[in-house]
């Protein structure tokens, strides 16, 4: 269920109160639902995040546009992340 709701959207993931409300439950609800699963909604927003810069670098966008897309300030940040999501830099993924 959560899954689903993570892959209908284009944009970064909602606030752990929005996915809340959309699926009609509480938060402390939703956390159990997670903890249920060996998640959190960071994990979520994370594997979310990375799958989508994945894509796109594959697909050739330029890191910046990447970095902004998923709400990140500066591509800086956002290739720290990238690495310690997939282990591996934007720039290795994308000459792939």
């Known amino acids: 269920m ?3 709701f993570a892959s209908c959207g284009r944009g970064p993931l909602p606030s752990t109160t929005a996915v809340a409300r959309a699926l009609h439950i509480s938060e402390p609800h939703l956390r ?3 903890a249920g699963e060996s998640t959190t909604l960071g ?3 994370a594997r979310h995040d990375a799958a989508r810069a994945v894509e796109a670098l594959r697909r050739g966008e330029a890191l910046d546009i990447v ?3 998923l709400g990140y300030s500066e591509p800086r940040a956002f290739r720290r992340a990238f690495r310690r999501w ?3 830099t934007p720039s ?3 000459a792939a």
């Open 92 to 94: 290795a993924v994308g």
């Open 32 to 34: 159990r639902l997670l």
């Open 43 to 45: 994990a979520l927003r």
């Open 2 to 4: 959560l899954d689903e």
């Open 86 to 88: 997939t282990g591996m």
């Open 67 to 69: 970095s902004a897309r």
